[in-house]
């Protein structure tokens, strides 16, 4: 044991001189959304690149993912996050309600700040049994639908906002439509999952439900994880147009000093090099060019956004998810 | 003064006692009040409003009345299976030993996600229930399926040393006095285990009361039917409503302190009952030594 003992010391000490040599110049912490793991494994290593190409600083990403609202929070709390990377408005706009994000986050980068895109999509079971093709066939008895829990999870908002949108584009369509389309919507749906992961596992590997109703992106990844032959995506007439807005915190790059880089990191994004990795991963790029690239990726398909039907993300979440909105109202009759 | 005096061989009664102190203030006392402080910002009518809308009244009904039945079944089995690794020595007895632990251990979204893909319709065992038309995950059922899962070992370990005490001399010597099998069952063994069974029933049930993990998976979660009371106060922080969550939990803690309470008293009662002949016994015993 005790000839052991210096062998292991200097062990220790290499370990950490090895770890101190690695230290890079600037360490920069992206709060994310749960799924965005993938993209960023593969943006954060290329815009190092580029930045140490341009100004010749090495700079380390760290990533920290979870549900986005428990995210919002740790950030709220002092975790302390350069940028936060979103799937939905309502959670930056908290950031911005504390003050720790700029009340007008969404006009410090193009596009509403939202560097890429997605839509809500079906996925149905190999050769579509029941014939599904738009929103209209997901309220007909004796489909069953699987979604996340439509109050609690972002995936799940947009699936509801989108089969509203819908139901008050048809002919003659109102909000009291549209509330009893969802509404017979979400009889067909057995179960409510806690998640978007949680509604595709139920739907592929339960084989539960006739559709899954979930992000494009989602689609892609299903495939790798259960195989292309098993499923086929049904791109419906209309659907809701999902933006990831992005932002820095200022009061945390301001502290850090890292306010030029944080900027460049999300800057980026938007960058060829950038757009091409979010296409790689399934998200619609804003960029004309590297979306006509992907074009076979990503089919055509007439979108709303909730800004033009809603009326922005805090209207939309006032009427529709807090205590005694819409969707409780759906279950309160009963 | 006395109290070193009187009792306790070794010294350090005021050092643990600090320690006990700041040890639960830090780790349960402070969290607690901080809850209740978050939640008096609300009146006493609002948190009546929150705690009486429809959907928490059914969460309250699904979660409290989920947990009982569990902790019940959990009573009723736990002892079955306590019994037999306590008087029974079989092959493979370690193992099952082992297995009784692992509620304890498995992460419990694992173990959630684990019961819905079993107990689904289209599953290896909720196949067999749906052919008789049986529905489990995504029913209150799959709730306390999950629920009877994490609050296994917790009666079977509260039992384990309470039954291994009862020496099987004292079942031969009832049967010797003429006692049924029944009888010597619910006159002699019962009442010995009961506190521990309750004990056991109790941390059963107050576990299940605050389980998340691996309920939420196996619920369906929809509402006023299968929606758990943790669920709504998520609901609540997902909308940044983090007064009303705390009220919903402020509630949820009432409610299970006086369970818990009038469980205890319970207890209280059943082992002085029990105790008051068999500990005169043992003086006069001690006394004729």
């Not at chain 1, 892609?220 to 932002?247: M, Q």
Request: aromatic share 12%.
């Amino acid at each position: 044991m005790n000839t052991r003992r210096p062998l292991r010391f200097a062990t220790l000490l290499a370990t950490l001189l090895l770890a101190a040599g690695a230290q890079a110049d600037t360490v920069l912490l992206n709060a994310s959304y749960d799924v965005a793991r993938d993209l960023y494994k593969d943006y954060n290593p290329a815009f190092q690149k580029a930045w140490q190409a341009k100004t010749g600083e090495k700079i380390e990403v760290k990533q920290s993912h979870g549900g986005s609202s428990k995210q919002v929070r740790a950030v709220a709390d002092g975790l302390e996050a350069d940028v936060v990377t979103m799937n939905q408005a309502t959670d930056v706009d908290f950031l911005a309600d504390k003050g720790l994000v700029a009340k007008d986050y969404t006009k410090k980068f193009p596009n509403n700040a939202s560097p890429y895109t997605s839509t809500m999509v079906f996925i149905v079971r190999k050769g579509n049994p029941k014939g599904i093709k738009d929103w209209s066939d997901l309220v007909k008895s004796g489909v069953q639908v699987i979604v996340p829990h439509p109050k609690n999870t972002g995936n799940g908002r947009y699936t509801y906002l989108a089969a509203w949108g819908y139901a008050l584009k048809q002919p003659g369509g109102s909000d009291k439509s549209a509330q009893e389309f969802v509404s017979k919507l979400l009889k067909n749906a057995p179960l409510f999952g806690t998640g978007g992961r949680d509604a595709t596992t139920t739907f592929m590997q339960r084989r539960l439900g006739d559709v899954l109703v979930t992000f494009e992106s989602e689609a892609e990844l299903i495939a790798k994880e259960f195989g292309r032959g098993d499923f086929e995506v049904i791109y419906p007439s209309v659907s809701i147009l999902t933006e990831f807005p992005v932002a820095l915190v200022e009061k945390v790059v301001d502290k850090k000093g890292t306010r030029k880089q944080a900027h460049a990191y999300l800057e980026y994004l938007w960058s060829k090099e950038g757009q091409e990795i979010i296409a790689e991963n399934y998200l619609r790029p804003r960029d004309p060019e590297v979306l006509k690239k992907h074009a076979a990726q990503f089919p055509a398909i007439k979108t709303f956004t909730v800004d033009e039907t809603f009326g922005g993300w805090s209207k939309a979440f006032k009427a529709h998810f807090v205590d005694g909105g819409s969707f409780d109202q759906i279950y309160s009759v009963k | 003064m006395s109290r070193s005096s009187s009792h306790s061989v070794l010294p350090g009664f005021g050092l643990s006692l600090g320690y006990t102190l700041v040890y639960l203030s830090l780790l349960v006392l402070i969290p607690l009040a901080g809850l209740l402080a978050k939640s008096a910002s609300l009146t006493l009518a609002d948190i009546w409003a929150i705690a009486t809308g429809p959907r928490a009244l059914a969460s309250f009904r699904v979660t409290f009345g989920a947990s009982f039945i569990a902790a019940c079944l959990n009573g009723f089995f736990g002892l079955i299976v306590a019994w037999v690794l306590v008087r029974y020595d079989f092959w493979g007895k370690r193992f099952i030993d082992a297995l009784v632990d692992l509620p304890f251990a498995l992460p419990t979204a694992v173990a959630g996600i684990t019961l819905a893909t079993l107990y689904a319709e289209t599953g290896v065992i909720g196949e067999w229930f749906a052919k008789a038309g049986i529905k489990i995950a995504y029913t209150p059922l799959g709730i306390v399926v999950a629920l009877t899962f994490i609050g296994l070992p917790f009666v079977v370990r509260t039992l384990q040393p309470v039954l291994e005490d009862i020496e099987p001399e004292v079942e031969e010597a009832a049967a010797t006095l003429g006692a049924s099998r029944w009888q010597t069952f619910r006159r002699v063994l019962f009442p010995a285990v009961f506190p521990a069974l309750l004990t056991g029933f109790t941390l059963a049930f107050s576990r299940a009361i605050g389980e998340y993990g691996s309920v939420i998976f196996i619920a369906g979660n929809m509402p006023l039917i299968s929606e758990i009371t943790p669920l709504l106060i998520i609901s609540k922080l997902e909308q940044y409503d983090f007064v009303g969550a705390t009220a919903l939990a402020s509630v949820m803690l009432v409610i299970s302190f006086v369970m818990l309470l009038a469980i205890n008293l319970l207890q209280w009662w059943a082992s002085n009952r029990h105790r008051s002949v068999p500990v005169k016994d043992a003086a006069a015993l001690g006394g004729a030594q």
